[in-house]
């Protein structure tokens, strides 16, 4: 059966293009640098958003329509595989991802769950012989069930402890099956309401226990993904453990986890937390633990998770810049994990999401890997700390002075001068690239079409 009955494979044809059905500035076959602009983005589709995602809000019924509705149960899960190859083929994207509950219904049991699983992963493994695609990352969904309502693997009661271990085992088995790259741990109630009836002890040393015995059973299989942490500060719970990148990574270090789990980082994550997205991809690039991208962003003007595609150019430029200086994003990718608006209800809609979240993403690669090659921000950030190169500052970095040395330097300086940090000369410097990228791309365009 076909769904999306009147829409062609997308195509690139250019940023003088007016066709809404096609690429303005992804061109999967273009070369940045070494390798190609599919091998570096390595897109992914979320399965959640695309085709399990209704619209509803708090205020509102689900607003969506998709032709794979008329369906129930288990048709319902089959037909949503037909739809989402179909989709995947004519928007030409290499990976998808999804949660065990959006590809099938929970059963009246954990062992019909397993059932209704096992039939769908099938389908799903057959669709995967005849294309290209291939599964980025799963996870379990471990929060929307009201037996996860005080958590998962940080839950009060040792039974969901057991219900949740039991989800995640599966889902290793799936991963495995279905030749996943990655394994994804969001915490989706792994926090606290309120300290007030809380043992976080507790808790987190059980949410350890718990990540250890994922790495032991991964391994015991033979499934070699990268494991991944996707952290979140907030929503549903007050506050989560898994805060952000930094709360994340002290978490995998005091549980002697950070040589087996990298950071999923999505951007509208990192805004909630009070970060940038590119201070969270900097972060876990310094520390080498950018694992892979929940590409989307935030609303500026609402305080939770929109889940809005991307559409930030600039933003796009500086998460691209991280992942370059990163050496590519690794095993990982950009799943969108994003959701069209309330009011673009239309399964075209989809299509629509998606092709401007690429085309967003590649001027984003393309100006990010201009200005690293014309090393525009390393040469600010080599002049602004170019004292640490020679005299005192050279010893502090090489450590060959203490207190009594610093002292006895600083009483005989005259007046300190410090430089202008100059940061309106530096975003002014990203624009002139970012619209220099959007020119020459008209132009040349505008030539090849005559």
Known sequence: MTYFTNINKIKYEGAASKNPYAFKFYNPEEKIGDKTMEEILRFGVAYWHTFTEDLSDPFGVGTAIRPWDKFTGMDLAKARVEA???????????????????????????????????????????????????????????????????????????????????????????????????????????????????????EMDNLG???????????????????????????????????????????????????????????????????TFEHELHYARIHGMLGSVDANQGHPLLGWDTDEFPTDVFSTTLAMYEVIKNGGIGRGGLNFDAKVRRGSFEPEDLFHAHIAGMDTFAVGLKVAQNLIDDNVLDNVVDERYNSYTEGIGLDIVEGRTDFHKLEQHALGLGEINNKSGRLEVIKATINQYLLRAYAGEISFNREIMG
């Open 84 to 202: 989402a190859f179909e989709f995947f083929d004519k928007l030409g994207v290499p990976y998808f991802c999804f949660h065990d509950a959006d590809i099938a219904p929970e059963g009246s049991s954990l062992r019909e769950t397993y059932q209704n699983l096992d039939i769908i992963v099938d389908m799903i493994k057959d669709y995967m012989k005849d294309s290209k695609i291939k599964l980025l990352w799963n996870t379990a969904n471990n929060f929307s069930h009201s037996r996860f309502v005080h958590g998962a693997a940080s839950s009060s009661n040792a039974d969901v402890f057991a219900y949740s271990a039991a989800k995640v085992k599966k889902g290793l088995e799936i991963g495995k099956e279905l030749g996943a790259e990655n394994y994804v741990f969001w915490g989706g109630r792994e926090g606290y309401e309120t300290l007030l009836n809380t043992d976080m002890k507790l």
């Open 209 to 275: 226990r718990f990540f250890h015995m994922a790495v032991d059973y991964a391994k015991e299989i033979g499934f070699d993904a990268q494991f991944l942490i996707e952290p979140k500060p907030k929503e549903p719970t007050s506050h989560q453990y898994d805060f952000d990148v930094a709360s994340g990574y002290a978490f995998l270090q005091h549980y002697d986890l950070q040589n087996k789990f990298k950071f999923n980082i999505e951007a509208n994550h990192a805004t909630l937390a009070g970060h």
